[in-house]
């Protein structure tokens, strides 16, 4: 007797509250023996996807979808137009994310084909993604490097997800890439950098024009703004790059401010006015394993005490940001950055930090990490589709 097909995929949108909720869930049944899959905090996934909350919602449409079989939630993925994106890059592209599926191209190949067609039905003529829900937040689908957990906000997924979204048709737009550099390989001694980046620094630092200094939780505020200046100009050539508004950045701030260390975090000025700046931040993931937050509220009262108490006792930090304006480049900022960042983390004790992410076609960049001692262990990935 021949064997029953399976169920038909039916894909809804996710619209009220109880089916948005659903639609976060459903990464605990994906990842649920998974052990380098962090846990998100489940209000904070909430607060995300809530257009009175997250102000990306402010320039964009997001639609969300779930795939359901007999009745359960078997995927889910969110399709996105960000129009500041097409404004800057004067194209009419669409993107994917939030795509969770389990182990069945059936499942993964309705979720792409709704957000596909979602889409084209608004004028769109390509699709990119993983994007969760921009290229300012958590973005790229892991390739290579499974075998440990992301750092903050960095992302996470099964092996089989790229087998499902290249047989749908997607093809690499372009690669991103996580370096690692363990301090032993310097005797966790900051005056055993590389020669040049050391001798560069002191340069910089004697001439005194360029001030280096940390970042002063006391006026936050301004500080915010102070950056603000520096972190749309430095990186507006970059592909893929959209300018953030300040309601973005204000509201990326108050997210950061709860696991920010601000030895780990530089301005640089010329006087008054900022060229530079430099965002290290420790792994807030390894805080999060070790509560392992559930998808409900009540596991608060024992969720966020233990991560409270963890944030600090990491031994890795993410250097997030580095930037210096284009008509400061090139005087050795960068390596004041470099060098103070690597003083202050081993004084405190981080024995590992995580330069990402860094596009696979900046050439001086990688090139100088790589002068650093960095070694390419993730690898993540966006892909496109002409629709």
Known sequence: MAALSPSPVEVVPATTRREVNDFIKFQWTVYRNDPNWVPPLYHERQAFLNPRQNPFFEHAEVALFRARRDGRTV???????????????????????????????????????????????????????????????ECGL??????????????????????????????KAMDLYAYIINTDIFDHDPDRLPRKFLRVAEAVQREGKITVRNVNMKDFDNEVERIKQVYNAAWSKNWGAVPMTDAEINHLAEGLKLIVDPDLVFIAEDGDRPVGVSLGIPDANQALLKARPQPNLWCYLWVLPKFMYYRFRTNTFRLMIMGVIEEYRNRGIDAVFYVETARKAMAKGYTRCEMSWILENNTMMNRIIQRLGGRVYKTYRIYELGL
């Open 75 to 137: 995927g889910t993925i969110a399709a996105i137009i960000n129009y500041n994106h097409n404004k800057v890059h004067d194209e009419q592209a669409g993107f994917f994310g939030l795509f969770e599926t389990i182990e069945d191209y059936a499942v993964a190949e309705a979720l792409l084909t709704t957000a596909c067609d979602w889409v084209r039905d608004k004028g769109m003529e390509v699709i990119r993604g993983p994007m969760n829900l921009s290229i300012n937040d």
């Open 142 to 171: 892991l390739i290579d490097g499974f075998d440990s957990p992301p750092v903050v906000l960095m992302t996470y997924n099964p092996p089989y997800y790229a087998d499902f979204i290249e047989r749908f048709g997607f093809h």
